[in-house]
Every structure is written in C-alpha cells, then in structure tokens.
C-alpha cells in the first residue's frame, strides 16, 4: 500500500503547507516566532483512503496503515498491534509494553527513521534517556544507519544495555551541552534528529506522531467504538497529539462518530503542560523537582499537547509519585508491569476521578517495568534454604 502524505502544515496556522521532503525538523519556517518554534503535522489526500482499510486483518507492523502514514522506507521489527487488556472495574489498558523494544516509542521511530531514510540522512541522532533512544537505536540498526543518543549518566540500567547492544553511539553529557552538539551533528555529519534541537519550546520530528496515530486506530477496532475518555502519560505531549489525530481520523473517515476527550497526566514535579493550558499560552517552562517519572519530567511542553486537549474538550492533570507507584502496584497485580511514568494515565484516572462518561475508558500503559530506573538495583537478600521460611512466606502471600 502506498503513503497518501501530501504536505507538511504549520500547527500555528494550517492555511501554511511546504512541501512533505525534507522533514522541517526545527518547526514551520514561516509562523515560528522568537518564542515558540512552532512544529508541523502531516497531511493527506484523505478522499484516496481505501474503503477497507479498518476492514482488514489486524497485524504486526505499520505497514497496515501505510496510506495514512509517511512512506515506510525502512524496514520494522514488528510493532503495533499490541493488546487491550480490561481491569475487574472495566477500565481498560492499552498496554505498549508488547512493542518490540518494550515502549510506545517504536511507533514513532518506525516513522521518523524511515524519514531518513527517504531524505538521504547519513544517521540519525536522539536525545533520550529513556524509550525514545532505545527506539530509535533499535530502527536505526534494522535500517542500517549509525545512530548517536544523548543520554545522561543516571540512565536506567535496562535503556543504556539496549543502547549499547544496538550498536549506538552513547554520548554521557551535561544537559546544557546537548543541543549545541545536536546540531553540529545534523549540520556537519549529515545526521537527521529524531528528538528535538529548538531551545524555546519542544518541536520534535514532524514524521514522528504520525506513528502515534496507530494507537487509536487499534483502540477503535478493538472496542468497535471509540472510548469516551482516554488517559495518557504526557511529557512533551507528542504521544497525546498522535492519539488525538488518529481518532480525529476515524471520524473523518466515517470508521467511529466520536472524538474521545483526552485527559494528559504529567508528574506534579513538572507539569508544563498543564501550566500552559493554565496559562493559555502554546508553551510553558516549569521548574522540574525530583521524581521517579523520569520519562516524563519535561521543563517544557509541545504546542502539540495543547492542541490535543483543546480539540478534544479535555484537560492536563499532575499526580505524585506515591499516586503513580499505586497505580503501578494496581497494575502488576493484574500481570501488568509497566515502569513508574508508563503507570501515570492510570494514576490520574484513580487521582481525579472519571467524569459521567458514556462508553469506555482507556489508560495508555506505554513501556515495561524494565525500564524503570530502580529495576536493575534489586538489593533483596537470598531467601533462606529452610521450609519455615518458605511455608510462611507463601501463606502470607495468599493472604493478601
């Protein structure tokens, strides 16, 4: 199936198209200011959808929705079509940590690496402590290019060996030098990035999201309806804005005849998004405290997110660690285990509380326990060799 991409617009102003190559990754030329570089999205000649395309099998893959993404050109490994797995109070649970590299990230780097592969990019490079660099690390060796992630030096033990194993280039540096070092890379060497190089606002790959978009597709068809509501876990907010157009979308096409709200969960340490829906400003900068959501504590939001919650009459809400790492809990006692930040749309679901909702409700669970910081520093003492020990330990366990 071939892409249906047309043109890249300003998020600022739509009237605003360039041409889709190159991919604008420093926002829209034209409507950016001094303060916001404003990012762009992907349209498409949506009258050329083919009618059966939400009819087909379900399948690993992006290549099923290849004509409502950028064109595909580097090879995946399998991503998507992960599973929607229903708590006991029927909240259900799009669990992303069946991805391939165990987070919602590979969507995305499915799409930003295959954009550079299709515009010549000699490599790719991330800033990334997290998913986004053992991602796009991942695609980036299954399309053959080298790869160069900026990761700070407290990164979870799982992410630095994924790096490492896929051949990357690990750079350990201070915060304030990764940008300018960023960009001497794309302009020198010819790397494409696949993260962020604007210092005002976060702007991020204009390809990226558009991988997002998958997500809501597949909540759709597996509830055969939209959600009413869906929580996500949002630190710059590309992820809330994919999920927001793919059900955009769906109703465009006639699939669903609904648009459900969605509801962003930052960590209370951060929460620029929140502040600038507060605010009514596209972007706000926010001190960042300590927290173990370090996935998501971002001093800075994308206008994307903002977008996101306005177009869908929902809201950006904050939760303490204490209230993600319950929500964990709740999870892995339902064979769920997803690392601190991955836990936090659940979390603001049981922190503030549904609205009257008709229909479903979603919480995006984006990547696995092992990705956790704490996960490889199990200091658990050796069980002692004697079955008192053992025989009391299994009854308090079915106990609880």
Same mark, same amino acid.
């Given at each position: ?8 617009? /300003? ?85 992303? /940590? ?30 990334? /402590? ?16 080298? *790869? ?18 896929? +051949? ?35 702007? +991020? ?7 997002? #978009? ?14 009413? %509501? ?20 769906? @109703? ?5 005849? /609904? ?23 596209? @972007? ?23 977008? %996101? ?25 339902? +064979?769920?285990? *997803? ?8 979390? +603001? ?12 409700? @979603? *919480? ?6 092992? #990705? ?12 002692? %060799? ?8 299994? #009854? ?5």
């Amino acid at each position: 199936m071939t892409s249906l991409a047309t043109t890249q617009r /300003s998020l600022a102003d739509p009237s605003v198209h360039h041409p889709l190559w190159p991919p604008l990754t420093e926002g829209c030329p034209i409507t950016s200011t001094d303060e916001v570089a404003h990012p762009l999205d992907i349209d498409y000649a949506y009258d050329e959808v083919p009618a059966d395309l939400f009819a087909r099998p379900a399948a690993h893959g992006l290549e099923r929705w290849s004509p409502l993404l950028p064109p595909l050109a580097a090879p995946g490994l399998g991503e998507g079509n992960t599973p929607l797995v229903e708590l006991p109070d029927g909240v259900w649970i799009k669990d992303e /940590s069946r991805n391939p590299t165990w987070s919602h990230k590979d969507r995305l780097n499915r799409v930003a690496i295959s954009a550079a592969v299709a515009s010549g990019a000699l490599g790719v490079v991330v800033s990334s /402590s997290g998913n986004h660099g053992a991602a796009a690390a991942a695609y980036a060796a299954r399309a053959g290019l080298p *790869c160069a992630v900026f990761t700070a030096p407290d990164a979870p033990p799982a992410v630095a060996s994924h790096l490492r194993a896929y +051949g990357a280039t690990v750079l350990t540096l201070p915060y304030e030098s990764v940008r300018p070092l960023m960009r001497r890379i794309v302009d020198e060497l010819g790397f494409q990035n696949v993260s962020s190089v604007t210092d005002t606002a976060h702007t +991020g790959h204009p390809f990226g999201p558009e991988g997002y #978009k998958t997500i809501a597709y597949e909540i759709a068809l597996d509830l055969g309806r939209a959600p009413a %509501a869906v929580h996500v876990p949002t630190g710059y907010g590309e992820l809330l804005f994919g999920v927001a157009k793919g059900f955009q979308e769906l @109703v465009r096409l006639g699939v669903t005849d /609904s648009v459900p709200r969605l509801y962003a969960t930052e960590p209370a340490a951060a929460g620029a998004l929140a502040e600038a829906l507060r605010t009514g400003a596209p @972007v706000a900068r926010v001190p960042v405290g300590p927290t173990t959501a370090y996935a998501i504590d971002c001093e800075v939001n994308s206008y994307r997110g903002v977008l %996101a919650v306005r177009a869908t009459g929902g809201a950006a809400r904050t939760v303490t660690d204490a209230q993600m790492a319950a929500a964990q809990d709740e999870l892995a006692a339902q +064979g769920l285990w *997803c690392e601190t930040s991955a836990a936090a749309g659940l979390a +603001g679901l049981r922190a503030h509380g549904p609205r009257e909702d008709e229909g479903p409700v @979603v *919480c995006v669970v984006t990547s696995s326990g092992y #990705k956790d910081v704490a996960t490889g520093r199990d200091t658990a003492a050796p069980t002692a %060799a004697d079955w008192a020990t053992i025989e009391a330990s299994l #009854k308090e366990a079915r106990g609880r």
